[in-house]
Structures are given as C-alpha cells and as structure tokens.
C-alpha cells in the first residue's frame, strides 16, 4: 500500500476542503446574484414610470403605444403574429397578479413589472454567464456594466418584446458555456427547449446556433461531426418555429396579410429591404448605434420627432464626438479604452482563460457578426431595437480577455465603468 507524502497530504486535504466548500460558495453565490437582480428589477420597474411620466417610451422605434394594449389583452395581431411569447407571458402575468396587485398599483404599472422582471432575469444570466468564464472577483461587477447598460436598462423599462429576447439570449448562452465544459444529453435538451422558446419571441433568435456550432467546429473540426451530430437538430428548432408561426399563429390572425410589412415574417423582410438604402454613412450609423450607443448614452437627450400618430419618436445623432462633450462620458470612453487595450494586448495576458478560449471567442464573434449584418440588412434605420440582443456578447468578447490581462487595478476599472453607466444613463432615462 502506498504511503502518501506530506505534500500529496496536504493537497488531498486541500481539494476534499475545497469540495466540501463548493455548496456554500454556490449559495453565496447565488445570493449575490439574486441581490443584482432584485436591484435591477427595482431600476427597471422605477424608470419606467419615470418613462411614462416624460413621454420617452417610444423611443429607438420602439413599439410600447402597442404593447400598452397588452393590460387589458386588446394588443393587436401583429404583436401576437411576430411575438406570441410576449403576449402569452403577459396574459399569464396579468391573470394571475391582477387580483393580488392591481387594486394596490393599477394595471398599467403591474404590466411594466412584467418587463422589469424580464430584464431582470436577463441579469441573473449575464451574471452566470459571466461566472462560467471570468474570475469570480470581476462578475458582480461585469453584471452590473450589464445590467446598467443602454439598451438593456432602456428596454426593460418599457413595453417592448425585445427585453425579452435579450434575456432568452442571455440564458441561452449561459447554458451553453457550461455545457460546453459538461456536455449531457439533458443539458444539450435544455439548450433546444431555450432556443424553442426564444424563437417563439423572436424568430431570429435561432442565429443563437452560431455558437455551439463554430465553437465546436473551431476546437475539432470537421472530423468531430459525429459529435457535433447534436448541433444540426438542434439547428432545426428555428425553421420549426417559423413554420409554426406563419401556419398556425399567422393563419388565426383576422388581420393578416393587410400589409406588407406585418402580413408575414417574409414579407416584413422583403418590406424592409427594399426600402432601405444600403452606402457608407448607413453602414457607420448603424456601428455606431450597435456598438457604442446600446451601452452608453452620448447625450443626457435623444433628438425628439413626431413619430407615429399620437407618439413621439426620438434618437441620437450618430455622432461619436458626442461622447467628448461631457466629463462623464469621456471618463467613459477613456475606460472603455483601457479595458479594451488589455484585452487586445497578448504580451500582457495570463494563462486564466476559460478552457479552449480560441473557439469560444471566435463562436462568440460569429453569432455577433451574424446578427449584426442581418440587422444592418433588415432595419438599419431603427437597429438600437434588436442591439440589446448582442449586449452581453459583445461584453464577452471584451471581457473574458480583459479579465486574463496583467493590466493593474481591473476591478478599479469595471467599478468606475459601472458608476459612469449608472449616471450617464440614468441621466438619459431622467431626461436632463
């Protein structure tokens, strides 16, 4: 029998110490998750009716004059048509709370509820997502980048169905970072049934693929298809869904086929391609909305216009040089710089990475260039509607390296990142 030395004493000890600790850091954990959320519930819910009260709820080519319809259950059929998980959630969430909340906060405010949870719950996933690839110091603070975010923090505040597919794309890809360490055949059903869902809300939402398969492909290449097997029926979960929407929900719509823009998913497409003028300051305002906009505001104001008949429009210059004139935003776009230098500086990098981190950043780019130039092709004009999608990708793509950087005081960093998103939004949401 063999005798083990006092070091591989030692480290025995230490891992059956570390196993036995394990349920407690998950607990606290968890804890520290379900705090942020509940904080951004909080936000959310407050701003709303901050929103309402300044009339910036229409903002971006937002649709919340339609799914204010959602209190009573009159929403018309293109919201239901191109977005039954919204209207179902929201029939549910009214059926049962109304009873309970509406004599205390009126129906308007328990339907805004709805939506803040929404984005709330996309928070918690960021916040798991995060975990699964960064050290576990920089989460709470990656969480809360996200969650203070433009356009995640803007459209859990309103009646939108995007907060909703950006949350269903959070969890998707949380899922899927563990899976990819711990695949099982129940994980990898999880993943279908979250993809289902979310494209029962957003049929785009089946570009989520993109990742599990150039993740896969880029760690084994072509010769593992048979374990990547998964993947491609996996994949059929997007037509599926579009064949149940445009043959069983579009049919029972009274209203369908009235217009070209909302007769069906093609004929939206076709709508707005052709309509939509495609050159280089096109190409440059859309970057500069999906990129920088979504997470911060470049003015505490939008530009205000009539929009559709009794709503008020709104949108930010595309300009850049906006964010220059202000010290809260250039403190901003100094940050950004830093943690974007560490990120892209390989001689300063530790070896902390998740495992095969090539892959994952390339999925991570491939899902985010896909849906990018979809929507630089389907919606230029009003992209900050969808960009909130992309959010915690793009987050990843920034993070996962920075995080692994040698570069000094990187909690210091995200927490003054954090501070500046919560004022310069927040003054955003406020109006002044």
């Not at 709820?57 to 048509?81: E, M, Q, S």
């Not at 004929?267 to 911060?296: C, P, Q």
């Not at 915690?392 to 998103?421: C, D, E, N, Y």
Request: contains cysteine; glycine residues 8%.
């Amino acid at each position: 029998m063999a005798v083990m030395s006092a070091e591989e004493a030692i480290a025995a000890r230490t891992r059956a110490l570390g196993e036995l600790a394990a349920p407690a850091r998950d607990v606290s954990q968890i804890t520290v998750f379900t705090l942020i959320a509940l904080a951004a519930f909080a936000l959310y819910w407050l701003t709303a009716v901050v929103l309402e009260a300044r009339a910036g709820t229409t903002h971006f080519g937002a649709d919340a004059h339609l799914y204010v319809r959602l209190v009573d259950g009159t929403v018309g059929d293109r919201v239901t048509r191109f977005h039954p998980l919204t209207t179902a959630m929201a029939a549910v969430w009214m059926n049962v709370l109304s009873p309970l909340l509406v004599p205390w906060i009126g129906a308007p405010n328990l339907l805004k509820g709805m939506f803040a949870a929404a984005g709330a719950a996309g928070v918690f996933a960021a916040l798991w997502a995060f975990a699964a690839v960064v050290p576990r110091r920089y989460v709470a603070l990656l969480g809360a980048i996200y969650a203070t975010s433009l356009g995640v923090w803007y459209f859990s505040s309103i009646e939108e169905s995007k907060i909703i597919s950006t949350t269903l794309a959070a969890v998707y890809i949380a899922v899927y970072l563990r899976l990819r360490t711990h695949w099982t055949l129940r994980g990898a059903l999880l993943l279908t049934a979250i993809l289902l869902v979310a494209c029962m809300n957003e049929v785009v939402a089946g570009f989520l693929v993109v990742i599990p398969a150039v993740d896969t492909l880029v760690q084994r290449g072509w010769a593992a298809f048979r374990e990547g097997l998964w993947i491609l029926w996996h994949a059929l979960t997007a037509p599926l869904a579009l064949l149940f929407l445009e043959g069983v929900v579009n049919r029972h719509m009274a209203s369908a086929g009235q217009t070209a823009e909302g007769a069906s998913h093609i004929s939206m497409l076709i709508f707005y391609v052709t309509r939509n003028k495609y050159d280089l300051e096109t190409i440059h305002d859309f970057l500069v909305n999906w990129l920088f906009f979504n997470m911060a505001a470049p003015t505490m104001t939008a530009t205000e216009y009539p929009g559709l008949p009794g709503t008020t429009a709104g949108d930010f210059n595309p300009a850049l040089a906006n964010y220059l004139a202000s010290p809260l935003t250039v403190g901003l776009v100094v940050l950004f710089g830093l943690m974007l230098a560490g990120a892209l500086w390989p001689r300063g990098r530790k070896e902390d990475l998740p495992a095969a981190p090539t892959a994952l950043l390339v999925a991570l780019a491939a899902f985010a260039i896909v849906r990018g130039a979809f929507f630089l092709v389907f919606n230029p004009g009003e992209c900050m509607l969808f960009s909130s999608g992309t959010t915690l990708t793009h987050m990843l793509l920034v993070a996962i390296p920075f995080a692994a950087s040698r570069l000094p005081a990187k909690q210091g960093i995200l927490a003054a990142s954090a501070a500046l998103l919560l004022i310069v939004n927040g003054s955003f949401m406020i109006g002044r």
